[in-house]
């Protein structure tokens, strides 16, 4: 089966156009290539699918006005925040409605007595935090894109960041939702308190990459700065000895809020860019970070260490102000976007794999990377065991896109045999979706789909994301279609 067949044809496009265009104004409904050309892509920039429409609500009953056309005209429904996914989980594989929440992005009520805010789903990351940071207070989770990346996203596929090892992902910190659903009705999950009353639906919903309807409001819990904070670097020979530290440190009982590792490769990229005074010929980069009271600081950083010595560690650092400290931080968020030194494209992997398997799986990934004649950088949440696989490579070169896919899809299996999963932080998406029967069983996807259908039976809340389809994300990989050339359009 090819996608082309299963491609949506509408039936009345211009009845769907008047109709969205009664409920958000013809303003924030966009139909010419030139706008929708913008919503190719997410993050994933190997895979492209033009959506038909997009639309722009701003409020709550305007997504209730927007569910109920496509409904009636049968059309999915496709939200998205940024845009900054992985996974493809926000591009429109068989067409259908992008409804974009980048207007929805009020932070609607803060309650520091109760360490809790109300948020829109197109809220950026670093805007709570900044809201919230000259009281003492923070949002936890910090994924990489956390200046550009937007709440609802992080909800969609339960993200991540640096800070996870010691604060958790996205579903720890979100309270309640407010979420639009498949029939057009609205519900109220959860509540601005921990453990709400009946089934946690909110903790089905969260993660779920859109597939039970549109969240349109998110009640988050705030985090209180810590008194004390101190980052360091340990530098080592190879990422091995790096990785057997990161299992060191956290049988030591030292609970550190923070171990990224930053492979040799990935500081070639980044340390030109950033000048963090990272070695240009270290094997690997740890960057640690521990925080608390001050008396437990010292004490944690010594035995940190030390047990980065006993692991060869030709150099152990403490950032000495605030300043230096911001630097290193810069080094380890800016990796990816420095990766086009190396590579005009880049594929970037998201797999988990326990922690005490970080050696062994660091290298059969580099084994892979040399029998398949690729490059991989790698940087990644090493004390969560969330590696992030990059490889740097050039799409137009013959023959290198196959073998970084079957590259790919052989450090995933890898990952999967070692008692890992497919995704840590970036969700499933139309990438990897295919690959969900490695980790589950069919009666366990069975299970799922029938949540899914208890919410939107139609199945037109962002079809063929999460679980096997019959066609696969190969067929996406192709580069922008011609057709939008013989319109004239420049690009």
Request: aromatic share 4%; charged share 20%.
């Amino acid at each position: 089966m090819q996608l082309a067949d299963l491609r949506l044809r509408i039936d009345d496009r211009n009845a769907l156009v008047h109709a969205l265009q009664d409920v958000a104004g013809p303003d924030r409904v966009f139909t010419h290539p030139a706008d929708l050309i913008a919503y190719e892509y997410d993050g994933c920039n190997f895979m492209a699918a033009l959506p038909d429409l997009v639309v722009s609500p701003v409020s709550t009953d305007e997504v209730v006005g927007i569910v109920k056309v496509a409904r009636r005209h049968h059309v999915p429904l496709i939200a998205r925040g940024s845009g900054t996914g992985l996974s493809g989980g926000a591009i429109t594989p068989i067409g259908g409605i992008i409804v974009s929440m980048a207007k929805m992005k009020r932070i609607l009520h803060v309650d520091l007595d109760n360490r809790t805010a109300i948020v829109e789903p197109g809220v950026i990351n670093l805007d709570v935090t900044n809201a919230v940071q000259a009281g003492g207070y923070f949002y936890a989770p910090d994924p990489s894109s956390q200046s550009a990346c937007s709440i609802g996203g992080n909800v969609a596929n339960n993200s991540g960041g640096v800070h996870t090892l010691a604060f958790g992902v996205t579903t720890n910190h979100v309270l309640g939702l407010e979420m639009v659903l498949a029939d057009g009705s609205i519900v109220q999950l959860g509540g601005r308190g921990a453990d709400a009353p009946g089934l946690d639906l909110v903790g089905v919903t969260v993660g779920s990459e859109g597939t039970l309807g549109i969240v349109t409001k998110v009640t988050i819990r705030l985090m209180r700065r810590r008194e004390g904070v101190l980052t360091m670097l340990g530098i080592f020979p190879t990422i091995e000895q790096a990785s057997q530290s990161v299992a060191d440190i956290i049988a030591s009982g030292i609970g550190p809020t923070s171990l990224e590792m930053i492979d040799r490769l990935t500081v070639e990229a980044v340390e030109p860019a950033i000048h963090a005074g990272l070695p240009l010929d270290a094997g690997a980069v740890l960057l640690i970070e521990v925080e608390g009271v001050r008396e437990i600081l010292a004490p944690s950083a010594g035995t940190i260490e030390a047990l980065c010595r006993r692991n060869s560690a030709r150099d152990v650092r403490t950032a000495r102000s605030e300043e230096e400290r911001h630097l290193y931080w810069a080094a380890r968020k800016g990796a990816f976007g420095a990766m086009g030194r190396l590579a005009p494209n880049y594929y970037l992997h998201d797999a988990v794999v326990p922690r005490s398997q970080l050696p062994a799986i660091m290298h059969q990934v580099m084994e892979i990377a040399r029998r398949n004649g690729i490059r991989v950088a790698n940087v990644f949440h090493a004390g969560d065991g969330n590696l992030h696989p990059l490889i740097p490579y050039d799409a137009e070169a013959p023959g290198e896109t196959a073998r970084v896919m079957k590259a790919s899809e052989e450090i995933l299996a890898a990952c999967v045999a070692v008692g890992g999963s497919i995704s840590g932080e970036h969700g499933i998406g139309f990438e990897k979706n295919n690959y969900m029967s490695w980790i589950f069983g069919d009666a366990d996807l069975e299970a799922q789909r029938r949540l899914k259908r208890s919410y939107d039976p139609d199945e037109l809340m962002n079809p063929f994301k999460v679980f096997p389809t019959p066609v696969s994300c190969g067929e996406l990989m192709v580069r922008r279609p011609p057709r939008l050339g013989a319109t004239g359009l420049w690009i």
